[in-house]
């Protein structure tokens, strides 16, 4: 019943920005840790950015730091990881992922989406 959609993905230019959303169904987002991951061709999966269900945020990589904002809109059952100063090195398939725990520090994320794909490009 649990189920979680990426969307938002595209082609964008170096130093451009994109809002991805992570909606879901089938459960009440409030209750759920949400973490953003990404996997980059050829290379192991990442985490990028982490927000539970108080909006405690916690930054996985930092190589993001200052430049992608975690967000929640639990009026309309969305995480939201907004993009800005895209880099060569951020493109990605971007995950969101589901925990039932309450402290991103200590997140078992067992739900995950399909992904959605991000490509920066001159």
């Known amino acids: 019943q649990l189920q979680l959609v990426e969307s938002g993905g595209g082609l964008v230019q170096p130093g451009g920005s994109l809002r991805l959303s992570c909606a879901a169904s089938?459960?009440?987002?409030?209750?759920?840790?949400i973490g953003w991951f990404r996997q980059a061709p050829g290379k192991e999966r990442e985490g990028v950015l982490c927000?539970?269900?108080?909006?405690?945020?916690?930054n996985y990589a930092d190589s993001v730091k200052g430049r992608f904002t975690i967000s929640r809109d639990n009026a309309e059952n969305t995480v939201y990881l907004q993009m800005n100063s895209l880099k060569l090195e951020d493109t990605a398939v971007y995950y969101c992922?589901?925990?039932?725990?309450?402290?991103?520090?200590?997140?078992?994320?067992?739900?995950w989406g399909q992904g959605t794909q991000v490509t920066v490009s001159a």
């Open positions: 992922a589901a925990s039932v725990r309450v402290s991103c520090r200590n997140a078992d994320f067992a739900s």
């Open positions: 089938g459960f009440t987002l409030d209750y759920y840790t």
């Open positions: 927000i539970n269900r108080s909006g405690d945020t916690l």
